[in-house]
């Protein structure tokens, strides 16, 4: 450790580090726009000038390495008179938008101008004007003359998003941050730029010109999108949420927020909501009161168990649902005589039932020092894009990523190994890995496992097996490696090289609350039997099959074959399958817990009140359960339900949490690759109810209607070309596409996304898929 004095203050800080660090280890501000503690150092601000004892000249703390000794004065008369200089210099051309910008009261530009700023200016000349920029609908580049070039929205670019949207051009006052040309700014974690931004350059579209600041309540949160649990502080003027922002927690999101995250709020208040209760009768909608809608369901469900037997009831949910939905939904429905409740929709292997609760395996922050990482079935970026950011930060540190997946997307992250193979081929890269690992270990290959392993594989094993404590590996089944028919194989191959290897294994589970619908016993005994084997009543919780479950042209005709549907929904879906349609609260007008990859459970309270006549899930399903006889559901607040499933203030449930499967280890080999099949892929913005009725997120580039990707020798085969029509078809159902050529993919498959209306005629998720070109006509 190296000591140094600053403003009178003794500090110890590691060699290497700057002032800037020993400055706030003490709590002593230095005021700055350029430095940000998870970003390269620049020094083109100039703002944090320093005097340091014996130097010649002020100093920058942010890029001055600490020495032994070294005694530093942050607001000494000549640290001072530096600070103002610079001050002066930013405000030259920066323009007097301060009435009208977004950016005001929470400015840093604003603030520190006060303290270091002048009330007149020397320079009589023209202010210099920038064209505004197009960066998409998410991020406004309007006024760009209020730059001041700290770029933070460049470097955050390169170093923590992956890709360069934005970089800087000219010199001196031609000088502007500026994208590329013709293009907009397309990652799934842009909107972090605006946070970064210290002045109103960077703006929100969707919040522009809706509030100021000062008018806004704070009201903490947790994201009801990914598995991560992002922490988040939502806004609030009115009794409406106007912006979402990340609540920083270095231990779950540090102090980012994925663009889902940050801009789905904008479904919270539009058209498509559902705002009172609804029935069905004689095929005509009319809006009712909740005792008449409650009353109707309970009747319903009754007759439906008294004709046909309480088996003939299955209960649907979603991973959005909280721990207190989940858990009173599978009361009410065993309390009735049925086992048929669920929340794995898009989950077609059962096998792991009964012996895993899956989970990461380890902390969320662990991710970013991990040294060796293999990823199985999981299209990274798109379903967890923070823990994207996690593993770019490990491999930029010295990590090793491999990936085993059927496309080949662009991770943005340098990848050591990758084997790209059909989904039916996934188990028999694993296969090779196995025997490869064996070989290396020296160690008696499991029956089967004799084939001679590909390059790939040998190097995904060397990579991992590196026998050394100090190079933490882990080994992570994504979401499409969970929802593959042949998942228990796959997780039992992933098991045995971890246990191998010394790796830790680990699941990126699917939505917010996976992990607590495992713990409160939400699954069914047999899920395949939700849709495959049709009931006579449903009861959907936060869930749209035909978008929702692993092969929507079976969950729709199961649907619309059933004597009642009862539709629990925030938003207005299912008219043409349900009988009855229920408004429940979203994450923001509810309380609940969610609890997250790692196991951490996170409660959260209401940030407004319900809309219309919306109410509760869990009050719902309270009354609900009162209307059907079932005992136990006196429960007068959500953390009452909580309480009795998690014991009162417990947050660390990863001791009811397990990774250790028992399914057997079956070897594979590779396929003939004679029939083609399907990789379905789940759009960032259509993964769940909230984010697929956000306009903003609709109108990028990642919620355009997805394509039909071919691999080059099909297309040449079929006689297409990117941006023909192309007929795909799976069952009895079909679709018309636009057609796209994607080399990477392996030979056998077709690409075409999940979970989106203009394919959910479409068939499972996983397996054969006929493609045809489209007559002129189509």
């Known amino acids: 450790m190296v000591e140094i004095e600053i403003d009178g203050k003794k500090v110890e800080v590691p060699p290497g580090s700057m002032v800037m660090d020993a400055a706030n280890k003490i709590g002593t501000y230095i005021p700055h726009f350029c430095y940000h503690k998870k970003l390269s150092i620049a020094a083109n601000c100039r703002m944090c000038l320093v005097e340091v004892e014996k130097a010649p000249k002020p100093l920058p703390a942010c890029a001055t390495p600490v020495t032994a000794g070294m005694i530093v004065r942050s607001n000494s008369d000549k640290a001072v008179q530096a600070q103002k200089s610079v001050m002066e210099f930013l405000l030259i051309n920066h323009p007097l938008d301060c009435p009208i910008c977004d950016q005001g009261g929470e400015c840093q530009l604003q603030d520190l101008a006060v303290g270091y700023g002048k009330s007149n200016s020397r320079y009589a000349e023209e202010k210099r004007v920038v064209a505004p920029k197009e960066a998409g609908p998410l991020i406004s580049m309007n006024e760009m003359t209020r730059c001041i070039h700290c770029t933070r929205c460049v470097r955050f670019g390169q170093e923590v998003a992956g890709v360069m949207e934005l970089g800087m051009l000219g010199r001196g006052e031609h000088a502007e941050i500026t994208s590329f040309v013709g293009k907009t700014v397309d990652s799934e974690v842009s909107g972090n730029m605006i946070d970064l931004c210290p002045v109103g350059a960077l703006t929100s579209r969707p919040f522009r010109y809706t509030a100021r600041t000062w008018e806004l309540s704070r009201r903490k949160s947790i994201s009801p999108h990914d598995s991560l649990g992002t922490n988040l502080i939502v806004q609030v003027k009115g009794g409406k949420v106007m912006r979402v922002l990340p609540l920083e927690n270095d231990e779950i999101n540090e102090c980012w927020l994925s663009d889902k995250d940050r801009f789905s709020y904008e479904a919270l208040d539009n058209d498509a909501r559902l705002t009172k209760p609804m029935l069905k009768q004689g095929g005509v909608w009319a809006e009712t009161d909740w005792q008449t809608a409650l009353e109707y369901v309970a009747h319903g469900l009754r007759n439906i168990k008294h004709e046909h037997g309480a088996d003939s009831i299955a209960a649907v949910a979603t991973a959005q649902s909280t721990v207190e939905e989940l858990h009173l939904l599978a009361k009410a429905m065993r309390g009735i005589g049925s086992e048929h409740v669920d929340f794995r929709l898009r989950q077609t292997d059962f096998a792991l039932d009964g012996h895993i609760t899956p989970w990461l395996g380890m902390p969320i922050a662990a991710l970013s020092t991990v040294k060796r990482a293999l990823v199985i079935g999981s299209f990274l970026r798109k379903d967890h894009p923070l823990v994207a950011t996690r593993l770019r930060a490990a491999v930029k540190n010295g990590g090793k990523l491999s990936v085993i997946h059927a496309s080949d997307d662009e991770l943005l992250i340098p990848t050591a190994n990758k084997i790209i193979a059909a989904p039916s081929d996934w188990l028999a890269a694993l296969s090779d890995i196995v025997s490869a690992v064996s070989s290396a270990k020296g160690v008696a290959a499991p029956a089967g496992f004799d084939s001679k392993p590909s390059d790939a594989a040998s190097a995904i094993a060397a990579s991992l097996n590196t026998g050394d404590e100090s190079m933490p590996a882990v080994i992570l089944l994504g979401n499409a490696a969970m929802h593959h028919p042949q998942a228990s194989s796959i997780y039992a191959a992933a098991q045995w090289i971890a246990e191998q290897t010394g790796a830790k294994l680990g699941v990126l589970t699917e939505g917010a609350n996976t992990v607590g619908g495992y713990l409160v016993g939400a699954t069914a005994r047999n899920a395949k039997e939700l849709f495959s084997e049709p009931k006579k009543a449903y009861l959907l919780l936060n869930a749209e099959p035909e978008l929702d479950a692993?092969?929507?042209?079976?969950?729709?005709?199961?649907?619309?074959?059933?004597?009642?549907?009862?539709?629990?929904?925030?938003?207005?879906?299912?008219?043409?399958?349900?009988?009855?349609?229920?408004?429940?609260?979203?994450?923001?007008?509810?309380?609940?817990?969610?609890?997250?990859?790692?196991?951490?459970?996170?409660?959260?309270?209401?940030?407004?009140?319900?809309?219309?006549?919306?109410?509760?899930?869990?009050?719902?399903?309270?009354?609900?359960?009162?209307?059907?006889?079932?005992?136990?559901?006196?429960?007068?607040?959500?953390?009452a339900v909580r309480d009795e499933l998690f014991g009162k203030g417990v947050t660390d449930l990863r001791d009811k949490l397990n990774n250790t499967g028992k399914a057997a280890l079956k070897p594979a080999t590779f396929g003939s690759a004679a029939s083609l099949e399907r990789i379905a892929d789940v759009p960032i913005y259509f993964a769940d109810p909230i984010a697929r009725r956000s306009e903003p997120l609709l109108r990028t580039a990642d919620a355009n209607q997805p394509l039909v990707k071919l691999p080059s020798a099909l297309a040449a085969q079929l006689g297409v070309q990117a941006g023909d029509k192309v007929k795909v078809s799976q069952g009895n159902g079909s679709a018309i596409l636009m057609a796209g050529i994607d080399a990477s993919l392996p030979a056998n498959t077709v690409r075409v996304s999940a979970a989106h209306a203009a394919t959910s005629t479409l068939g499972a998720m996983f397996g054969a898929i006929q493609v045809e070109k489209a007559g002129e006509s189509a």
């Open 550 to 639: 692993a092969n929507p042209q079976q969950a729709r005709a199961a649907l619309d074959a059933a004597e009642m549907v009862v539709v629990m929904s925030a938003f207005q879906h299912g008219f043409d399958y349900a009988d009855v349609l229920l408004p429940i609260s979203p994450f923001s007008e509810t309380s609940g817990t969610f609890v997250n990859c790692e196991g951490r459970a996170q409660s959260f309270n209401g940030t407004v009140k319900p809309l219309g006549d919306t109410r509760p899930a869990w009050k719902v399903l309270r009354v609900l359960g009162n209307l059907l006889g079932v005992s136990g559901f006196d429960y007068d607040t959500s953390e």
